[in-house]
């Protein structure tokens, strides 16, 4: 199986920092948001990663590519640790980029790998959404999507007033955390939302979902939605949704980032303590 990676988006809600770098760089801790996303779908077996890109993404490219001069330097100065983790970053998986030309929509950043996928079943992975699980989300999905051999998506129970933000299905449970999906929701209205379970950034897809999008293509004008090519293939086969178990941040936005950036570095051993220090001098009063 492999894992396209949609990264092609501007980043607009974190301007200016994004003016001149991808927001899939911006880094949690030490480590670019982009990179917990691949090394998910490395730990779930996957091996072939394509990332969709656009202009002014090219830091992304070079994060994943070998540094000669970098790794020169640090041999140099016999800094060991830094060097694995720098060769480490270049031997993760077998990367691929594609360019999405116009910024239309999801459907249309995934249509973009027809051609590397091929007729098989692949991954769809989301860098707004980075989560933590012995077992990996993305092989969470991969196992049900080899139990029943249709495409799964994974959901996540989300607040109501939250539900605005997301795709949101409408589904019949089959078994523990497994839903057939009956419709999707993009961004529904308060007082619209068919349930509380929100799809987040994992999917596994058969190739049949290029055809809905191929087909959402040609009926709409301007953004092509991932929700709307979801509701085709639903009436086509079944869907399955994937309710993962673990933990998941939102990082699309700012507090999300926030968030992400202090809980991560609260569990980590270096930092930590520090941290526990400065929070306590920052908020006693």
Known sequence: MKAVIPAAGFGTRFLPA???QPKEMLPLVDKPAIQYVVEEAVSSGIKDIIIITGRGKRAIEDHFDKSFELEYILRRDKKEKELKEVQKISNLANI????QKEQIGLGDAILCAKRFVGNEP????????VT?????????IINVFNKYNKSVAAVEEIPKEKLYRYGVIKGKKVENSVYLIEDVVEKPASGKEPSNLAILGRYVFTPEIFECIEEVEAKVKGEILLADALNLLR?????YAYVFKGKRYDIGDKCGWIKATVELSLQRDDLKDELGRMFKEMFTF
Request: net charge positive; proline share 3%.
């Open 18 to 20: 994004t003016k001149a």
């Open 96 to 99: 691929h980029y594609i360019r």
């Open 122 to 129: 692949f991954a769809v992975m989301l860098g707004d959404d």
């Open 132 to 140: 933590f699980n012995n077992v990996p989300c993305l092989k969470q």
């Open 235 to 239: 009436r086509k086969q079944e869907i």
